[in-house]
């Protein structure tokens, strides 16, 4: 009966940020042009971030053998306040890693990219350790590449509507299929985090995907950062290796071509993505 109440609450709750929610951004003045140049709030992230804490603290308080522990709460307040408007200003013309350390290598121009990256790595590096301080220095390098790089992974991602949510989506679905089927392993806080997580994107997309809203940094970054904490809570050694070096390919793409440029020009792709959002 407590877990059907508290699935109420929550479900409740999901439904008042998506009637309210856009409207109390706006009031805050947390609204940004679109790629199409229309008007929408912007930072919905927030929000998530928000509704994911209360829910992860009533789901340990109602569900017996369930502990998420400190570590993913730090994360997620960590990767929302990096992302958080007020640290995702700076000049939108300087893009990419190589674009945030040339300025400052060059220019001396400590750019809020800079922050974000140096912030993020330092978090994830500090949770990795955190929550298993007997790994070694290798694995604890590599988990916390993986949460940092997978942060930033969605939020090159989100540059249209829908596009990373959709991808999150999948992604998360995927693993948690892996690990209740196939696995049939790992922990009960890991599953229920990313069982939460995909409820609470899942309502966003709902508007996202209609260009309705965006994510903003704090909702990206969030998305990524605990999608990379479920990875590497879930899976082995040796995937974990696989996520990293795809991870290090994406970005050394990315920095390269234009993402949403190389979806348009191929034909499976531009089809895929007209199918997760308005364009």
């Known amino acids: ?52 804490l209360l829910a992860i603290l009533g789901t340990a308080a109602v569900v017996k053998g369930v502990s998420f522990g400190a570590a993913p709460i ?14 995702s200003g700076g000049d939108r013309r300087i893009g990419g890693i190589r674009g945030h350390s ?33 790994e070694s220095v290798i694995s604890i390098i590599r988990d916390a590449a993986v949460i940092a790089m997978m942060a ?11 596009r990373a949510t959709a991808c999150g989506l999948a992604l998360g679905g995927v693993g948690l299929l892996v690990t209740l089927f196939i696995v049939k392993s790992g922990s009960a806080g890991t599953v229920y985090l990313l069982v939460l997580l995909e409820a609470a994107y899942f309502a ?30 879930l899976a082995p050694p040796t995937f974990r290796w696989i996520a990293f070096w795809l991870l290090i390919s994406f970005h050394l793409f990315t920095e390269k071509w234009s993402l949403s440029e190389v979806i348009d020009r191929q034909p499976i ?6 199918r997760i959002g308005v364009r």
């Open 74 to 87: 730090v994360l997620l307040i960590g990767f929302a306040v990096l992302g958080a408007p007020m640290t």
């Open 102 to 134: 040339t300025a400052f290598w060059q220019r001396g121009h400590f750019t809020t990219g800079l922050v974000k990256m140096i912030g993020g790595g330092a978090l994830a590096i500090g949770v990795v350790y955190w929550s298993w301080p007997s």
């Open 204 to 233: 966003e997309y709902l508007m996202d995907s209609r260009a309705e809203v965006m994510l903003g940094d704090s909702g990206s970054n969030l998305l990524g950062a605990m999608l990379g904490w479920g990875l590497i809570g």
């Open 269 to 274: 792709l531009r089809w895929l993505d007209r």
């Open 1 to 52: 009966m407590q877990l059907f109440g508290l699935a109420l609450v929550l479900s409740v709750a999901l439904w008042l940020a998506g009637v309210a929610g856009p409207a109390l951004l706006m009031r805050m003045g947390l609204y940004h042009p679109n790629f199409k140049g229309a008007v929408v709030p912007n930072s919905y992230g927030i929000l998530i971030a928000i509704w994911l």
């Open 152 to 162: 930033n992974a969605f939020n090159l991602l989100d540059v249209r509507p829908g």
